[in-house]
């Protein structure tokens, strides 16, 4: 029975591995926030896998993450990464820069997409920025061009917005109500929270807003770097690893790997499709 390790699981996660998230979602996944390492022994797994984490961390961080993983590993262990495609990207916004100054109606609205892939999650400054702006649009005449960038992740975003629009819809029209009690208890309960930070506000005055987007660039929602498939293998050989290879969501010489549906849906078809992916060995 191989040991398995799945890292910044978020909501895609298997009863066969070990989860870990820094922000635990179900009773089975461990909290810990994996800036401050990997929280196990030496050469404990077979396996570790982590998705689109590894652009969360500055450079310099991610080398020190990956030899945690290196760490973790035993001998002859593999590391299975998913990452955003930066040369897929860049083809994209290319291709799309080119056929926009021709003319081309339909590639100039794709391009109103691609350009906030290219950029926005480095330079955000609030969570979703500009992109969760574009998939919370009531109405979106390049769905399917980005739906076949993002994927399953990009779906979700646009449903829990139709959600939300329903919902307020729908008390809009039943008049406000009251809120239930179990609210105004947490409301209660955040107070000194509340009020530690408004004494916070007044101490910093117009250094506050400092203070609040060095938080956000630290809270994991921004891409601090980027890889392709040169800078991973590249970085992956630095720390220890050997034969970094590319390959296809549902490849890999994970043993059953497909059954797991952690970078595929039950049908197949790819969660991110922005990603690519790369296994290497220690």
């Not at 101490?203 to 980027?226: C, I, K, N, T, V």
């Amino acid at each position: 029975m191989k040991s398995l390790l799945n890292l910044g699981c978020g909501n895609r996660f298997h009863p066969s591995w070990v989860n870990v998230d820094f922000d635990a979602r179900d009773a089975s996944v461990l909290s810990h926030d994996l800036r401050r390492g990997v929280p196990f022994p030496d050469e404990q797994f077979d396996v570790v896998y982590h998705s689109h984490l590894l652009e969360h961390f500055p450079r310099p961080q991610a080398i020190t993450f990956l030899r945690e993983t290196y760490r973790v590993l035993k001998p002859g262990g593999m590391t299975r990464i998913a990452v955003p495609d930066l040369e897929r990207i860049a083809q994209v916004y290319l291709q799309s820069v080119e056929e926009a100054a021709r003319g081309d109606e339909q590639w100039r609205r794709r391009y109103e997409w691609i350009i906030l892939e290219v950029l926005d999650q480095t330079v955000r400054e609030r969570p979703g920025g500009e992109m969760g702006d574009y998939l919370r649009r009531t109405e979106m005449s390049e769905k399917g061009f980005v739906l076949e960038r993002l994927g399953r992740s990009a779906q979700e975003i646009i449903e829990a917005a139709e959600q939300v629009r329903s919902s307020n819809s729908g008390a809009t029209a039943q008049g406000a109500r009251p809120q239930p009690l179990t609210q105004r208890l947490q409301r209660l309960k955040r107070a000194p929270a509340f009020i530690r930070e408004s004494l916070v506000r007044a101490l910093l005055g117009a250094e506050y807003e400092s203070l609040q987007l060095g938080r956000f660039r630290r809270s994991g929602d921004p891409h601090l770097w980027m890889y392709d498939r040169y800078s991973l293998a590249q970085i992956l050989r630095d720390v220890g690893f050997h034969d970094p290879r590319p390959l296809g969501a549902a490849e890999s010489e994970i043993p059953g790997w497909a059954d797991y549906h952690l970078d595929t849906e039950p049908d197949g078809t790819i969660y991110k499709p922005d990603s690519f992916y790369m296994e290497a060995r220690k």
